[in-house]
């Protein structure tokens, strides 16, 4: 059984700028969310995607966006990258309909912007 | 509304001595309650979750947890700290709206002496 895997590990970016952060989930997992760590303070909920859609979101502006593939990994993308958008982001992979399922979380991303 | 909220944030033991870390949650209903660790500048692994069963609950690595409702309270404890348990501990809820995000609390560092 393979885990969440996340790419990449690092990454600086300049303000105004995009990147795309990547996340397979564990197999067998069919839905995935993604969560902003900023330094010293406990993951915040971006949002979640089932079957390849978007299925609820946290308090994040709209240049916050996601795919799903059928596959079920993931993407998490960022447009007009801003100072405070610094932090690790982690990707969690679960299956929706099995009961009290648990998350599976990656390493995640350290994203510094400059 | 849901919440974790992380009583100490941050607690010192010494090597060989009990651990207890304090979590209090709000929920208006039977929460799902769950522990994860996070060392350093790695992502999140789960430590042990509450859902409904067994009020006290055994996690990995000596780990333990009691749902206390009356008290609204699910304390982390071990009874002999290693110093490999050094690292940030992280109280959370998950949320039932339709979709369930997981809410954190805001983590406790546990620091162990020799």
């Known amino acids: 059984e393979t885990g969440v895997t996340q790419s990449p590990t690092h990454l600086i970016k300049t303000r105004g700028q995009q990147v795309t952060l990547r996340c397979s989930s564990q197999s067998g997992h069919n839905t995935v969310s993604w969560y902003q760590q900023a330094l010293g303070q406990g993951p915040q909920f971006i949002f979640q995607y089932y079957r390849e859609e978007e299925n609820g979101r946290g308090n994040f502006p709209p240049r916050f966006s996601g795919l799903q593939f059928p596959n079920y990994s993931s993407e998490l993308n960022v447009n007009a990258l801003e100072l405070d958008d610094s932090a690790l982001y982690l990707c969690a992979s679960s299956h929706e309909g099995v009961p009290n399922y648990g998350y599976t979380f990656g390493s995640g991303t350290r994203l510094t912007v400059v | 509304a849901q919440s974790v909220t992380q009583l100490d944030s941050h607690v010192s033991v010494s090597e060989g001595t009990p651990v207890l870390l304090r979590c209090n949650y709000s929920?208006?209903?039977?929460?799902?309650l769950f522990w994860y660790v996070q060392h350093p500048n790695k992502g999140l692994q789960l430590l042990l979750k509450y859902t409904s069963a067994a009020t006290l609950v055994k996690g990995i690595n000596g780990f333990e947890a009691e749902f206390k409702k009356s008290e609204t309270s699910f304390h982390l404890t071990k009874p002999s700290a290693h110093m490999s348990d050094a690292a940030e501990y992280f109280c959370v809820v998950r949320k039932r709206d339709g979709y369930n995000k997981l809410i954190f609390g805001a983590g406790t560092r546990l620091a162990v002496h020799p």
């Open positions: 929920s208006s209903y039977s929460p799902s």
